[in-house]
């Protein structure tokens, strides 16, 4: 029987403990770091901020290593073949899997105001492609949202230095 010592300053290895304490302990941590750090509703469950509309440059490059990590990758450049028939259940469950993984992984990383864009699709490379027809600076949508930023910016001689 354990003591009744207050849960902060137990002191115990997480071996010591069952299955459902693990994920207990496992889930106390995750919600005290994040009352810690005091996380916006709408942050990035990445390392990298959220696709923002401004941001589509350095945002894409950091996806495209999630994705790689997540093995998810090979269905945006179409290197994924689909899975051979005479695949076995394992092999086809992990290909499905992986596909959608790739779509929700793009879907996470994209603030509340883009998901409709791609709301209508469940393919990771439609949906990339989508973004990136919608944020690539070579688009000419894209292009004249430039332009009409650059003409809105106003001289201030303050800001030069």
Known sequence: MRS??????????????????????????????????????????????????SNYTSWKEDMKVVLMDRGCWSFIIEEDKPCPEQATEKEKFEYVWRKQRCYTTIYQGIERKFLPLIRHTRDGKEAWNILKSNFEPTSKARLAVLIDEFFELKFNPEEEN
């Open 4 to 53: 009744r010592t207050p849960f902060r300053q137990m002191q115990f290895k997480p071996s010591c403990l069952n299955y459902t304490e693990r994920i207990v302990l496992v889930c106390c941590e995750v919600y005290r770091a994040d009352r810690k750090t005091n996380m916006p509703a709408e942050s990035s469950p990445f390392a990298f901020p959220k696709l923002d509309g």
